[in-house]
Every structure is written in C-alpha cells, then in structure tokens.
C-alpha cells in the first residue's frame, strides 16, 4: 500500500515539475520572428497567435503535427 502511495507521489511531482519546465520555457523565449529551424521569417499571424513561435508554418507544421495531430496552420 505505502509503496504504491509512494510511486504515485513521486509520479504526480515528476509531471508537476514536467509540466512547469515546460511552462517556463515557451514562456522565456519570446520569438525572435525568425525560424529557428530553416531561418525563414515567421509569419506575422502566426506571431500574432502564438508569439513564442520559434518555428515557421512549413517547420512548425513538420513539427506540430507530430505532436498536436489535428492542428493546422490554416490555408496558404
Ligand atoms: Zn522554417
């Protein structure tokens, strides 16, 4: 019993902690506008909604996709 209490514990604080490096990243590095993977500027509506972006539409999508499956960056 204690032990699975434990594991829980420990579970729960991994993710909190996981959760919040996350948070604290996205939330440090405003986007510079320019795409860290190919360079290219990133669109200003993208920037407009999300500006953390560090990733163009055509990388973001590469990368987004993989994560966020159903999201999409809207017609080009
Ligand atoms: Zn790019």
New binding site residues.
Partial sequence: MDDVDFATERAESFNASAIQMVLQRSSATLSTGS?R????DIEEDRLRANPHAQ??C???EDEEAERLKARRCGPR
């Fill in positions: 795409c993977s190919c360079d290219a990733l163009c055509d990388c973001a």
